[in-house]
DNA sequence: CTGCATCCACTTTGATACTG
DNA sequence: CAGTATCAAAGTGGATGCAG
């Protein structure tokens, strides 16, 4: 690893913090990411070798804790690793303000958009009975068109094929609108109002899917600073 | 320059600030520096070729205007660029929490030590008349052992050779001791009660010093988190 | 002296395949 | 699932050169 030389404190956390991948890997262990795979499915570009590089790090620079129960091996932030949330935040904040000047279409990825989505529903406790959505998006990939969040009392399962159940809401979505609900860019009304996007199923249901979709957790609706 | 290929806004800006020496070049803009070369005085490894890369970058971004006014070229941060400084700040908080664990030998350098400090008097508007601060930096590399600051009404000069002028306040300090009463490990009378620093001068004018030196920009005094 | 551009050795990263 | 191994590609550091 690289350093800096300098006694800055700034070049200090640089040298821990501005690594190739790093930001999105704690990004990952603050949204509740606990282990290897989970982490490597919201950053899914990274290479597994990279990645266990960057976990180590982190554990040496007493940021992170990894614990291995048998073959469970689970990482969790420190006190140390919980204070650099409000620089990811910031950084959170900064990029909704000013980078987000369209999404190219190769960084629209469905899979992440769920498994991010799948993330924030588990603090909203999304429901009292089961709940099936489907996801139905259109304008991406071939291969990832269809979703289905099978929504339990204790666990949330994203899907990524038939769960053979009946399916009590179903979101139809243009992959560009949906990410652009979700990033906070548009509310779910308009997207809906323009046809980008359809709820099918009971009016309840559908009227409180966006409360329970809710919105990127690192972003608080931060408005954006360039005209759209 | 490398993307992240995420829509998150995290990965936005790490693409633009985690890039190797990028929070050091935004630190010396923050902090006042607007030419190559003073900003070549505050990040001293950096490459030329590197910086003038990353300078770039900036501007790409949109966070740096680059200014040639005949062969005077400046550099000042843009609106976007100054919302980077919560970033910024924030992890010169996290590392003078966490990672302030003894500066190396290597990290402790006088000039870049007394660059700092140059650039805080500034702000601080120090004195009415010209006033000459000698500095004796034992500890250090032993040709960086001698400085002065010559302030006057609108100018202040760090001189790397002697001035030939009166000096009204001589410091003589371990290059250690100073360097941390700087980062706000220390309180100067702590360092002077122990002899790692003494001020001979004028009482008055050596009880002002402290004041005068205050401390780095980005810290407000932040303390430790970690025991020393 | 400032503000770069270029060249080359070295290190880090990416992509893929493989293992307990 | 949680990594390790391998090798090509890309990024970086350092020296040098050069024009204004």
Redesign the pocket.
């Known amino acids: 690893?690289?350093t800096y030389g300098q006694f800055c404190p700034v070049a200090k956390t640089s040298e821990l913090l501005c690594?190739?991948?790093m930001p999105l890997v704690l990004r990952e262990l603050m949204c509740g990411s606990?282990?290897?795979?989970?982490?490597?499915r919201g950053v899914p570009?990274?290479?597994?070798?990279?990645?266990?590089?960057?976990?180590?790090q982190l554990v040496l620079a007493g940021v992170a804790e990894?614990t291995?129960n048998g073959?469970?091996?689970?990482?969790a932030l420190t006190p140390a690793g919980w204070e650099l949330y409000p620089i990811i935040e910031a950084m959170g904040v900064w990029g909704q303000r000013w980078a987000r000047s369209r999404y190219g279409v190769d960084e629209l990825d469905p899979s992440l958009l769920m498994w991010d989505m799948r993330r924030m529903l588990v603090p909203a406790g999304l429901a009292e009975r089961p709940t099936v959505v489907e996801f139905r998006i259109r304008g991406g990939p071939p291969r990832k068109t269809r979703y289905w969040l099978v929504v339990e009392e204790n666990a949330i399962d994203l899907c990524l094929v038939d769960p053979q159940r009946d399916v009590d809401l179903c979101v139809e979505a243009e992959l560009r609108a949906l990410t652009e609900v979700w990033m906070g860019d548009r509310t779910m009304a308009e997207a809906v109002a323009d046809g980008t996007i359809s709820l099918l199923g009971p009016p309840g249901l559908a009227s409180r899917f966006p409360v329970w979709l809710g919105c990127h957790p690192v972003l608080g609706g931060v408005p954006s600073a360039v005209p759209t």
């Open positions: 690893m690289p690594e190739r991948w606990a282990r290897f795979g989970e982490i490597q570009l990274i290479s597994p070798g990279l990645l266990t590089k960057r976990l180590r990894r291995a073959r469970d091996i689970t990482y």
